[in-house]
């Protein structure tokens, strides 16, 4: 038979194999043998022959021609067809009884097995060493594979691994982006020496196979895939500094190029390396590069949630596709939510919650996994409650630790080292060096959200004496445990003109505003209480939380473009803020009743007159995310005219000049586009506009108003 490689046809496109050519069925092309042939039970009769339709010259054929030279009619040859095999009676498991393309047993295992589950409540054998860590799941003695099939193709999967390897063309930018990434980002959850260590062992692959100039290797994607669908194996003897060897090189998987590609992604949605990528003479490129990034990074986790044995690198890659996802998508989108509850479930199956199962980690590892779990906690409660859905990961269903306050070089170090920087450490885990360190900022908002937690349980609850009882005692411990924080970690305004970095300013901020946002939202939900104008603890909490967020608007760091961090504290905390000190301008006006002392009026109007001026401008800033198209256009323009509308009426009333004649469009100077009737309350992120006037809104018809609409039951507050 013919062997050689499948070759174009005249018409451009690829060969066919010969039983899938005579047989007129689609063939995948696959070499040295399709895909479909591999299923028919025929591999011995599949080859790709160089020219099918050249007919052989035979001993009879010439013989007869020399015998009739003056024949004017040619002989008729009969036509021999190909014997056509029956697909359809074919046993699919002839090949040795198994798929050849079967779904790899590894990739099944089940991962974490708790207290309740099957494994725990089959018969113990006495002889057999009981096995504390239940994290090691139940694995087959015999079977190699699974009786099913992939769900995508050998020739599908190796196509989505090609296009992520051909993102590396762009190798040398990707790199700059990942080490500045581990410069000046105060917020990593991973320990970013890591990802240093992983783009840096990348480079003689990079070199070998000439990514940045040529297609990738089928070998060298044959190679990511073989080794994604293999356990990650960790030993409690591996040191950190040497985890790059398990995933690198001729280790290489999808996990590690998916991490440094949403790695990279992040770095440059924040205006970093401006010098790699010049915006007016390649308009839009970074946006186009930053979506290549996100899409490349996400086809990893596809292929990896479909191939890949559970493992940690999977959870870092989840975790940093989550974080790039919501910066290009927006909290709102429905990738964004999904790509949290990927997270959750590896997590879980991964057995990270119970900390109490994995005694055998390496210290770093455990370090790492707790700074994880602590940060998609937080997380999940922020994209819960933002959307005004339950929460996927509780306190209650674990016993993790807080991650230690320890820098990422301490956690990386030798064992001798690591052990002396945790004896430092005080009592509670924290630094005693007044030092800002990444691990802070987890620990702290790792306890505002367990707050948080709490909370939400009475989002939906009326309020009464039982409610109002517990909600003041978690007011009272969200009070001392904010005290009970360093007093390096406060927030002072005062902290900009100091010799602090505005990136560690800008995180005292973060996890100021974080914190005390559930003090914001027990006030609300206290709220009926007494009215508005004379509820001093929740005007006052508005007030500090609008105005620390606006302060973020005047920050200006050379490294990068803080706008997007700025929109995102606008979204999560301004806007809610702003709409009840809104909400109380309206009412002071209606009832004249004067605000207590301690609150301004006229700097509510000026800190509502800044945030609108600012939501204006997003949508005309290239990194802001708001521009139209974008994920956060939408929301930003709403809140605009809302608060808008909101501070035309208060400034400048119209008089009503008769109760029984109905204002016009034009009297109200209302744009009858702006979604300002109730439906604007059902937009993701704009639930916190509840309470406020929109005056001349009901009386345009259809609605029928606000009447017997209890507010405080439809209202979700933004996170």
Known sequence: MVGSTPA?????????????????????????????????????????????????????????????????????????????????????????????????????RPGYLGPTSYEANLPKDELSPILHNREASVE???????????????????????????????????????????????????????????IQALQPTVDRYNLTHSVPDPRLVTSVLENSSKPLEITQSLKACDFHRTCTGDNIRLETIGVLLATAGRALSFGSCSHLINDQTNPGLRSKLVDELLRASTSCVILCSMITPVNDLLTWLLFDNYYLTIMVCGFSAPPSY???????????????????????????????????????????????????????????????????????????????????????????????????????????????????????????????????????????RIHSAWTSFPSHLHYDPHCWSTSLLPGICLMLVVVHQTHWYTEFMIRKLLAHTQPLTSNLELLRVSTSLLSNTLTLGRLRDWHYDVQKDFLMQVILFGIPSASILASALQEQQRTTLP?????????????????????????????????????????????????????????????????????????????????????????????????IDFSGVSELGGGGGDDGIDWGTMVQWTM
């Open 140 to 198: 087959s003695e015999t079977d190699l594979e699974m009786a099913h099939q992939h769900p995508l193709t050998k020739s599908m999967r190796m196509q989505m691994t090609t296009d992520i390897l051909k993102t590396f063309r762009y190798y040398s930018t990707i790199k700059e982006l990942v080490v500045w990434h581990g410069l000046h980002c105060q917020a990593g959850t991973i320990p970013l020496p890591f990802d240093v260590g992983l």
């Open 595 to 691: 605000f207590p002392p301690s609150i301004s009026r006229a700097e509510i109007i000026r800190m509502l007159s800044v945030l609108i001026s600012h939501l204006e401008a997003a949508a005309h800033l290239d990194s802001s995310n708001a521009r139209p198209g974008e994920a956060n256009y939408n929301l930003c323009r709403k809140a605009c005219k809302a608060f808008t509308k909101v501070m035309d009426n208060v400034l400048d009333p119209k008089p009503k000049e008769g109760s029984d004649i109905a204002p016009t469009s034009a009297d109200l100077d209302l744009d009858l586009d702006l979604g300002l009737d109730l439906d604007i309350f059902a937009a993701p992120g704009l639930e916190a506009f509840e309470g």
């Open 8 to 108: 174009d046809r005249r018409n451009g496109k690829p060969a066919s194999c010969e039983p899938c050519r005579l047989n007129k069925t689609k063939c995948d092309h696959a070499y040295p043998k399709c895909d479909r042939c591999v299923q028919r039970g025929i591999v011995d009769k599949c080859f790709y022959h160089p020219a099918p339709l050249t007919k052989q010259r035979t001993a009879d054929n010439e013989g007869s021609r020399q015998k009739e030279p003056s024949s004017s009619r040619p002989v008729k040859r009969k036509r021999i067809y190909a014997p056509v095999p029956d697909t359809f009676g074919a046993d699919p498991f002839s090949q040795n009884g198994k798929f050849t393309d079967a779904v790899a047993v590894e990739t099944y």
């Open 338 to 476: 999904r790509r949290m509850g990927e997270l959750n479930t590896q997590i879980y199956a991964l057995g990270v919650h119970r900390e109490s199962n994995t005694p055998n980690l390496p210290a770093w590892l455990l370090e790492t996994r707790r700074r994880i779990f602590c940060s998609s906690y937080m997380q999940d409660k922020t994209i819960s409650t933002f959307l005004g859905r339950p929460i996927r990961m509780s306190k209650r269903h674990t016993d993790i630790k807080m991650p230690l306050d320890l820098s990422d070089e301490e956690l990386m170090a030798d064992e001798a080292t690591f052990n002396k920087a945790v004896g430092r450490l005080d009592a509670n885990g924290w630094n005693t060096g007044g030092r800002y360190l990444r691990a802070s900022w987890v620990r702290i908002r790792y306890i505002s959200s367990q707050f948080l937690e709490e909370i939400l349980d009475f989002a939906l609850v009326k309020v009464n004496e039982n409610v109002e009882e517990q909600l003041l005692d978690i007011s009272t």
